[in-house]
C-alpha cells in the first residue's frame, strides 16, 4: 500500500480501514440445560473446590449483576476472552496495563481498544475474590469463567470450565498483525489462522455464531455499501433491500470519521438478544454484517456447516459450549514457573524486594482513526 493516493482513493483506504476490528461481539438470555464437559489435560473441574469454595459462584454473581445493568458486557466478556485466548493463550495477557519490558499491550491494538467492554466486571469479580481467598483465584481462570457465564446469559446451555490456568508477564500489542482474524477475511485465511491455534474449521464456523448476538459498528462494514467495487457499489452477495437499510442506518464514511462515535448495528435483527441460531438462517438469507460472517455461506467447504446449524439450533448451541471450552484451553500456564496469580489483573507482580523500572516505549497514535490505519497496513503484511 502506497502511503501518498490520491484523495479519492485515499478516502476509500482510510474507510477500509476501519473496517478491521474483530468483533466476536454478543448480548445474552435465560439459563437453561448443561453441555457435556471436556476434560482438558492439565485443567481441573472444580479446581477451586478447597482453596476457594465460592470462586465460580462470586464471577457468576458478578456477572448476572452486571448484565443486569448493562446488557452488553455479556457480549463483551466473551470477545475479550477470545481475543485473549487467540493470541498467546488463555494467560489473561490482555487485561494487562503495562508490563516490565514496557512493551506496549495487547489492550492498546486497534483491534481491542475502545472495542473491549466488560473489563470492570472481570475487575469487580477480582476484587471480590482477592478479599475472600488472597492470591489463589488467577485472572484467567476469572475471565474464562466470567465467558462461560456470560454465555449463559446469552441463552447457551450451561458448561463446565476447568480451572488451574496462571497468567502471562507478556503482553505485546505486536503479536497481533498477521496473526488474528478481522472482518475482512475469507475463508482460506480464517481456516489457516484457526488452524495455527489449533482450532478446525468446524471451530471456526461455531465460534463464529457468537455474532448470533450484539452488533458491529458501521466503519466496520462500509466496504460492503459503499465503494465496494469499481462495478458495483455495494457488495452483490447482500440482500438488496438490507443492504438498503443499513445505507440508510449508516453514513457513508469520511476520512476523519470517530470510530467511537461510529453507530453500532445489530448482528441478527431477529433476535439479537439471544445466543441461537438465527444467525446462520441470515447467512444464507445474504444478511450478514461483516465480510468474514458472509464468506462462510458463500465457500462450499463451510456453507454445509453453515446449513447444518441453521437447521438445528440444539446442534449449534452444544456445538458452541464445547468450542468455548477448547479455546478456554489454548497454550493454558499451568506450572508456577510459567506464570503467576496476579493480584491485580491489570500488572504484573513484583517479585518480594525487587524493585524494577517500568520502561514506558512511545505510545502509538492515539486517535483512532490512525490506529485503525496501523492495524491495517500492519495486519496484512503477512497475509
Not at 448470533?212 to 466503519?219: D, N, R, Y
Request: aromatic share 8%.
Amino acid at each position: 500500500m502506497r502511503l501518498f493516493e490520491p484523495t479519492g482513493i485515499m478516502s476509500r483506504r482510510l474507510s477500509m480501514a476501519m473496517l478491521f476490528v474483530l468483533s466476536l461481539v454478543l448480548a445474552l438470555a435465560p439459563r437453561t440445560a448443561v453441555v457435556e464437559a471436556v476434560v482438558v489435560d492439565g485443567l481441573q473441574v472444580g479446581y477451586y473446590n478447597l482453596s476457594c469454595p465460592e470462586a465460580e459462584q462470586v464471577v457468576r454473581d458478578v456477572v448476572d449483576a452486571e448484565v443486569a445493568m448493562n446488557r452488553s458486557i455479556a457480549p463483551g466478556l466473551i470477545r475479550i476472552f477470545f481475543h485473549d485466548c487467540f493470541i498467546t493463550g488463555c494467560d489473561a495477557s490482555i487485561l494487562l496495563d503495562e508490563t516490565p519490558a514496557g512493551d506496549v499491550p495487547e489492550k492498546e491494538s486497534s483491534a481491542n481498544g475502545f472495542t473491549l467492554v466488560g473489563l470492570r466486571t472481570i475487575d469487580v469479580a477480582k476484587t471480590t475474590l482477592e478479599a475472600m481467598c488472597p492470591r489463589t483465584v488467577s485472572c484467567s481462570d476469572i475471565l474464562a469463567f466470567a465467558a462461560r457465564d456470560a454465555a449463559v446469559a446469552a441463552g447457551l446451555p450451561s458448561y463446565e470450565v476447568g480451572g488451574g490456568r496462571r497468567d502471562g508477564v507478556h503482553s505485546r500489542m505486536d503479536d497481533l498483525p498477521g496473526n488474528f482474524p478481522v472482518p475482512g477475511h475469507t475463508v482460506p485465511r480464517l481456516t489457516e489462522l484457526f488452524a495455527s491455534r489449533g482450532l478446525s474449521q468446524e471451530d471456526l464456523v461455531t465460534l463464529s455464531g457468537a455474532h448470533s448476538i450484539g452488533g458491529a459498528h458501521c466503519f466496520m462494514f462500509s466496504n460492503r455499501i459503499y465503494g465496494f467495487s469499481k462495478t458495483s457499489e455495494v457488495d452483490p452477495s447482500l440482500d438488496p433491500a438490507f443492504a438498503e437499510r443499513l445505507r440508510k442506518l449508516c453514513p457513508r464514511p469520511k476520512p476523519d470519521d470517530n470510530p467511537q462515535e461510529s453507530r453500532k448495528v445489530p448482528f441478527d435483527e431477529r433476535t439479537s438478544e439471544k445466543l441461537d441460531n438465527v444467525y446462520y438462517q441470515e447467512l444464507l438469507e445474504k444478511r450478514s454484517l461483516l465480510t468474514s460472517d458472509n464468506t462462510l455461506a458463500l465457500d462450499p467447504k463451510t456453507r454445509p456447516i453453515v446449513e447444518r446449524y441453521a437447521k438445528d439450533d440444539a446442534l449449534f448451541q452444544k456445538k458452541f459450549g464445547e468450542a468455548m471450552q477448547k479455546v478456554s484451553a489454548l497454550d493454558v500456564l499451568l506450572r508456577p514457573d510459567q506464570g503467576q496469580i496476579r493480584r491485580d489483573c491489570h500488572v504484573v507482580n513484583k517479585a518480594r524486594g525487587q524493585h524494577f523500572p517500568i520502561i514506558r516505549w512511545p505510545r502509538p497514535p492515539r486517535h483512532p482513526m490512525q490506529q485503525m490505519l496501523n492495524w491495517f497496513i500492519r495486519g496484512f503484511q503477512q497475509d
